[in-house]
């Protein structure tokens, strides 16, 4: 699968003169929603399906800084798929050297917010990330 | 009324070193928010009542720049009141300069987007705004 | 010219539902830097001979609400070329439809925030927003 | 210390009806330098003097969700003082409950990015931060 683009915004720049490390935990969300997509299970989708995805826990090690009109590759990996969760971990890189890496875990809830058996709730979505993850 | 305040974040700065000009939008719905609560018409409670008020435009006039730090005093008049729409006005200075004039106007629809008239759906409130418009 | 496109991001929508109001704000700047980037003037290189392009100010009109996943179109033009001065003029669709309609304008600074003439300072800049002038 | 408050603004919330994750990187930007501020130790007159501050990495575990108008209480602690690195814990609670844990790690560099000696550049600013460190 192609890495994710993401141009960083000047209004994603601070002071510092480089991109706010806060964004990046966006630019995690845009690659894992695009990744979602692409193997079948547009956010959208699910959510009208009254399935939400919550975050439960992120990290993000910063390597080097990036800045307005750098482009930032992000390659997504599925880390982990059990019946109640699932980890993703990130690598993002401007002109092929590491800028940063990250992880993120997620559940999953009713619109209610009961959490939910992925297996059960998405049988499909369950055997895709299961298929997905190394 | 007391002028509400925001002190500029580290986050809201850019690479120009000044507060990103997007902010002051953000700024201005915080004042509002504040206004109408102080006026006791919460923002949350309304939209439990199933009533938003979405905005219909916004304008910004930039006079000073402002940064990290500072602290933006916000005062806010009620400048236009309808039945179905109203407009506010803010000033934000830092200390008693003046760095940004702006304007926003409002309707109000039920929580399915369908316009409604403030002075029906919500008499009290209507009655409020109208007491504050100068 | 073909139209810049932003995909609306998860983090950009509100609890109404819709994307915020205030990003509108930031996609101007997306599709107006982008612009100046084809015809020849991109903004980093601008900064980096020194000159910055401050924002004087701003309007939008928002006609539609979007939301998550929608993919917005911008069109931009040129409304006005002074010496010291530049107007622009935005209109975004969403399918074909009209969903806000913005206009900008801008001064040009050193980096030590003294305004600067466009036509002296940067004259290929200036004869190119003139001929771009409709 | 008293903790830092931060009230949730209608901005800060997603279509999900709660506060976006990545808005808390931000809280602990605003706590980390109230903190930074209270113990002496200003982060713009840091930046004057030359020396900024990177984050390093972050990593933030999401107990229960947030929504617009909740004051958020952040507790801050330094969890780590090297000559070259600082680390530090938040707990974020809304009305007692603990909404999430983060902790964030940070070294010291020149206005340039060279990496300096917290010891060596800001002694003074070392004992304070080694003295609060527990």
Redesign the interface.
């Known amino acids: 699968m192609t890495p994710y683009r993401h141009t960083v ?3 994603e ?6 991109t ?4 990046y ?2 630019f995690m ?2 690659a894992r ?1 695009d990744f979602l997509r692409r193997i079948g299970w ?3 989708e699910m ?1 009208q399906q009254g399935v ?1 995805s ?9 390597k080097k ?1 990036t ?3 750098d482009e930032i590759e992000i390659t997504v990996r599925v880390a982990e798929v059990t019946k109640v969760r699932f980890a993703m971990e990130y690598t993002m890189t401007v002109r092929d050297t590491v800028v940063c890496t990250a992880k993120s875990s997620h559940c999953f809830t009713s619109a209610g ?1 009961r959490p939910v058996s992925i297996e059960k709730q998405c049988p499909g979505f369950y055997a895709a990330l299961r298929e997905q993850c190394c």
Chains 1, 2, 3, 4 share one sequence.
């Open positions: 915004q000047y209004y720049t601070d002071k510092m003169g480089i706010h490390h806060s964004n935990i966006r969300e845009e929603i547009p956010f959208d959510e939400i919550p975050v439960v826990d992120v990290s993000c090690a910063y800084t800045t307005f009109a917010g």
